[in-house]
């Protein structure tokens, strides 16, 4: 079992920054990927990015050169570094890890709620 607590998320203006953090505990060495997922309420979860143990990233095109996922293994603690924000990233963030990334991702946080306002 692993347990996942997101923090960070707040209201903020467009164009501001803001840094989530995805606190993990329990059996995380089981945990070869970790990622950042976002929903609006009504819509389908968006995957925003991943990052693997080995330390490679991927990102959604709506966030590439915006966001930046990165994580401390010591720590056990996971990063989403946002700049740059737009109304659209409005947003509960979720993280999540698992043995590989995808469909393999499944453990989730309750997430953290983004609101970027005009």
């Known amino acids: 079992q692993v347990h996942l607590v997101e923090s960070g998320g707040e209201s903020v203006q467009s164009g501001g920054s803001l840094r989530l953090s995805c606190a993990a505990s329990?059996?995380?060495?089981?945990?070869?990927?970790m990622g950042w997922f976002r929903q609006v309420s009504g819509k389908e979860r968006e995957e925003v990015g991943t990052?693997?143990?080995?330390?490679?990233?991927r990102y959604a095109d709506s966030v590439k050169g915006r966001f930046t996922i990165s994580q401390d293994n010591a720590k056990h603690t996971l990063y989403l570094q946002m700049n740059s924000l737009k109304p659209e990233d409005t947003a509960m963030y979720y993280c999540a890890i698992g043995r590989a990334c995808g469909h393999y991702l499944n453990y989730w946080g309750q997430g953290t709620q983004v609101t970027v306002s005009s």
């Open positions: 329990g059996d995380i060495y089981d945990g070869a990927c």
């Open positions: 990052i693997t143990n080995d330390g490679i990233t």
